[in-house]
């Protein structure tokens, strides 16, 4: 069991965007994802702490492609959106600063692809000093086999990979 101080942690959803959702991915769907992901950030909301979306635009063009704005059940949920135009969520954008007027010193990620926008995001936070959570139920790639990579070879290098059912937010887990 995970225990997260609502006060100190974020939950960071990975463009959980229709286009994406909607794209063949394994080890699961990503509407299997989607329904993971809102089911934390139900619980990350009901005790206090932030759900922040990042969602990708694909940069110099005039338009971007249909499905391209938040699930909407994610959107309802988010504290806050973040717009990458990179693979990860920090470059050239607002995230860091975001994160820090929550106060998270913890991040908890869940989002698509595993080893691309989810593992380019955790890079970086880890780099800016955050402690990193991998929520493997709630995430996924474009094929098991780089799932897994991910999961097995370099996400436990930045932080702890959990199943969804072993996290809690929970005002008791302060830490001194």
């Given at each position: ?10 939950l960071?959803?990975?463009?959980l ?16 994802v ?5 089911r934390?950030a139900e619980?990350?909301r ?15 063009v005039?338009?971007?492609p ?11 949920l988010?504290?806050?959106?973040v717009?990458k135009?990179a693979v990860g ?9 975001v994160?820090r ?9 869940a989002?698509?692809a595993t080893n ?19 929520v ?6 474009f ?18 990979v959990v199943?969804?059912a072993g996290?809690?937010v ?7």
């Amino acid at each position: 069991m995970t225990d997260l101080d609502p006060a100190r942690t974020a939950l960071v959803l990975i463009d959980l965007m229709d286009r994406i959702v909607d794209m063949p991915l394994a080890p699961r769907s990503g509407k299997d994802v989607l329904e993971t992901a809102c089911r934390l950030a139900e619980e990350f909301r009901a005790a206090g702490a932030p759900v922040v979306a990042v969602r990708v635009e694909r940069p110099g063009v005039a338009e971007q492609p249909p499905g391209s704005r938040l699930a909407e059940r994610v959107a309802a949920l988010a504290d806050a959106v973040v717009v990458k135009r990179a693979v990860g969520g920090f470059h050239g954008t607002s995230l860091d600063d975001v994160l820090r007027g929550y106060g998270a010193d913890t991040l908890v990620f869940a989002g698509i692809a595993t080893n691309m926008g989810v593992e380019s995001t955790a890079r970086s936070a880890s780099d800016l000093g955050f402690e990193l959570v991998f929520v493997e139920d709630a995430m996924t790639a474009f094929t098991t086999a780089e799932h897994d990579a991910a999961i097995a070879l370099n996400l436990p290098r930045f932080g702890e990979v959990v199943h969804s059912a072993g996290v809690r937010v929970d005002a008791g887990a302060a830490r001194a």
